[in-house]
C-alpha cells in the first residue's frame, strides 16, 4: 500500500482542498451579501443593505438579515425592511442548474421605515428616454385647483389668451383678403375697358351707311358682340363684388365673434384660477385627491420597478443559441414538469408590526413553462378586525399579461393622517375609522383599471391656512367640522404612465354648500377684473383689426364705380 500511494502527496492535496473549503467557506458569505446588494440596489435605484448572509449546506440553504431597501424618492427612508429571510434549496435542481426554492420564510417586514443615513446613490445625469418617461408621467398627476387669489395681470403673465391669437389671425386673414381682392381687381374690367366700349358703339353706329342689307346686317352682328362683351364684363365685376360682399360679411361676424373673446378669455381663466362651484361640486378631489393620487403613483411607481421580477420576465419567444465547434449540447429531456431557471415554490411572510401575514407561491423565471401563474393572499387581525388581500401575477400567456389584486379591510382605525399639505392650507385627519373598505385591481398590458369603495366614521378633520385667505380655510372648517361619516368612491382608469383618477364622497355637498356663495362671489369678482384686463390689453389689436376693412372698403367702392361706368356704356 506504501508503495501504491503517495502519503506526502495526498497529504499536500488534503491540506490544498482543506484550504480553499476553508476560504470558500469564510468568503462565500460576504460574495452573497455584496451581490444580494449589487443587484437589489440596480434594480430599485437607491441602495439596498444587508447586514449579513449565512449560506449553509447541510440542508442546502440561505439565510439573509437585516435586509433594508431605500426609497428612491425619500433617501432618509426605508421603503421595505426585513428582520430574517430564510429559504431551503432543491439540491438536485441546483446540480442542473435551476435555483428551485423548496421553501422561503420572511420575518420582520416593514415598509416606510426610517434610516440612520441616506439612501441616495450618487446623481447622474438622466437619459433622453428617463427625461421623456419622467414628463409624460408628470402629466399625469393628480391637479388641484388654486387656491391664491391672484391679480389679474399676475394671471395673465403667464396665461397665453385666446383673444390675442384671434385677433392676430384675423388681421392677417383680412389683409389676405384685400390683398386677394386687389390682384383679382388688376384683371377685372376698367373704365378704360369700358370706354372702348363705347368708342366701338360710337363708331359702329356713325358708320357708312350705304353698304345695303348686306352691311347692316353685319353692323348689327358686330354690335350684339360688343353688348356680349360688355355684358361679360358687368358679370365679372358683380360676382367679384358679390364674392367680396361674402367676403367682408364673413370677416365682420368673426370680428363680433373677437368683440366677445375677452369675457371667454376671463371665463376660462377665473374657472381656472379660483374654486369654482364646478370644481367645489367634487370637493373630494381637493381633501383627498393628494393623498390618493400619490398612492396610485407610489404604487405603479413600484409596480413597474419589480414587476418584471416578480412576474418573471418571461420571454416572448424562443431563443437561438449558437453552438460553438468542439463543444456539446445539453439537451433536457422531457419530465412531467418544466422547471424554470428559478422557482420559489413556496414563501411565508410575516410583517414586524400589524400582525399581517400570509405567503406567496409559485414566483418563477418563466410562468409559461411552469404553467401556473404567481399568486398571494395576506391576512391580518391586529390593527384591523379583519385585512384580507390576494391576487395574482399572470404570466402563463406571455402575450396577454394580466395582474389582479382585491382587498377587504373591516374597522381599521385611522390617527393623525395627513391629507393635504401645501403652502397655502393644509388639511388632516386627526382620527377615523374605516368601517369597511374593499377593492380590486387590475392590470392588462400597460391598462389600468381599479376600484375602491370605503365607508368612514368617528372622523374629525383639521384645516389650517396661513398663507392663503382665511375666508377658504373658515369655510373649510366649518363644513368638516360637521362631517363625522361619509363614504369614499375612487376608481382609476386609462395607462400605467397617464392614469386618470376620479374621486367621490358624501362630503361633496356639504362642502359645496358650505363654500358655495363664498367661491361664487370671489369668483365673479376675478372673471370682472379679468375681463377689464384683458379688455384693456386687447382694445389697440380689435382697433387693427377694424382698421384693416377700410382696404375692402375702397375695393368695394372701386367695383361699385367700374359697374356704374359699365351701365352708363351698355345700350338700351
Known sequence: ????????????????????????YIAVDYFIKFAVQSAGTKAVGARVELASA????????????????????????????????????HTGDLIRGKTVIEDMSVNGVGFDKPRETSGALPEKKPTAE???????????????PSLSMESPREILEKENLATVEAAKTLQDDVASARQGFETRLENLPDKETFEKHRQRLKELRSGDKSGGLLGAAGKVKEVREVKEDIQADLAALRQAKKDLGQTRSDLQNRLADLKQAPTRDAARLAEKYSLSPKG????????????????????????????????????????????????????????????????IKTAKVSMAEGGMSGDIRDLSSDQAALGQPMKFAFSGSEAAESLKIQGRMDRTKPGSPEDVAEFEIQQYPLKGFSLLDRPDLSISMESARVKTATGDIRIAGK???ADIRAGLDSAGFAVSAEKADGFLAKALADALGDVSAFDLTARVRGSLQQP??????????????????????????????????????????????????????AIEQKLQQRLNVGTEVMPG
Open 1 to 24: 500500500m506504501t508503495r501504491l500511494i503517495r502519503w506526502p502527496g495526498l497529504v499536500a492535496f488534503a491540506v490544498i482542498v482543506a484550504l480553499v473549503a476553508g476560504v470558500w
Open 447 to 449: 391598462e389600468l383599471a
Open 130 to 144: 428617463e427625461k421623456a418617461a419622467e414628463e409624460q408621467k408628470s402629466g399625469s398627476g393628480f391637479k388641484l
Open 54 to 89: 449565512d449560506l449553509s449546506l447541510f440542508p442546502l440553504g440561505l439565510e439573509l438579515s437585516g435586509l433594508q431597501v431605500t426609497n428612491p424618492k425619500k433617501p432618509m427612508r426605508n421603503a421595505f425592511v426585513a428582520d430574517r429571510i430564510r429559504m431551503n434549496f
Open 280 to 343: 367645489i361640486a367634487n370637493a373630494s378631489a381637493l381633501v383627498f385627491g393628494p393623498k390618493y393620487a400619490g398612492w396610485v403613483e407610489t404604487g405603479l411607481t413600484w409596480y413597474q420597478r419589480l414587476a418584471p421580477y416578480a412576474a418573471g420576465m418571461a420571454r416572448s419567444g424562443p431563443e437561438k443559441e449558437k453552438r460553438t465547434r468542439g463543444e456539446g449540447v445539453n439537451v433536457e429531456f422531457a419530465s412531467g414538469r418544466s422547471v424554470p431557471e428559478y422557482w
Open 500 to 553: 386618470e383618477i376620479g374621486l367621490e364622497s358624501g362630503i361633496d355637498n356639504a362642502l359645496k354648500a358650505a363654500l358655495k356663495k363664498t367661491i361664487d362671489r370671489q369668483r365673479a369678482e376675478l372673471e370682472t377684473s379679468l375681463r377689464q384686463t384683458i379688455s384693456e390689453q386687447t382694445k389697440g389689436q380689435i382697433q387693427d383689426v377694424q382698421g384693416g376693412f377700410s382696404g375692402l372698403d
